[in-house]
Nanobody
């Protein structure tokens, strides 16, 4: 059973940075993509970024391009999300997810972490 555990959330002022981590255990070849989604207060869960374990292809939401960077450490089965130039509108619970395809479509992702809160104050 694939398990995902996020860490690294917290509170930061606008313009600051945070790095989130997602440690995966029980990975299978079918779940070749790791993604981050977020859900702000009163909002639907939305795609942020995804990366393929093999080859490292990435896909970013337009709202975070140039500010967020996803990376992976295959040896540690860990994916990182470096978030720079944070804005108050980035405030959300951030979820790590795993699925077979490099897509923004939420139903592609069958495994989810518990989420970690990121709060950006103005």
């Amino acid at each position: 059973q694939l398990q995902l555990v996020e860490s690294g959330g917290g509170r930061v002022q606008a313009g600051g940075s945070l790095r989130l981590s997602c440690a995966a255990s029980g990975l299978t070849f079918s779940e070749n993509v790791m993604a981050w989604f977020r859900q702000g207060p009163g909002k639907e869960r939305e795609f942020v970024v995804a990366i393929r374990w093999t080859g490292g292809s990435k896909r970013y939401a337009d709202s975070v391009k140039g500010r967020f960077t996803i990376s992976r450490d295959n040896a540690k089965n860990t994916v990182y999300l470096q978030m720079d130039s944070l804005k108050p509108e980035d405030t959300a619970v951030y979820y790590c997810a795993a699925g077979p395809l490099l897509t923004t479509i939420i139903t592609n992702y069958r495994y989810w972490g518990q989420g970690t809160q990121v709060t950006v104050s103005s």
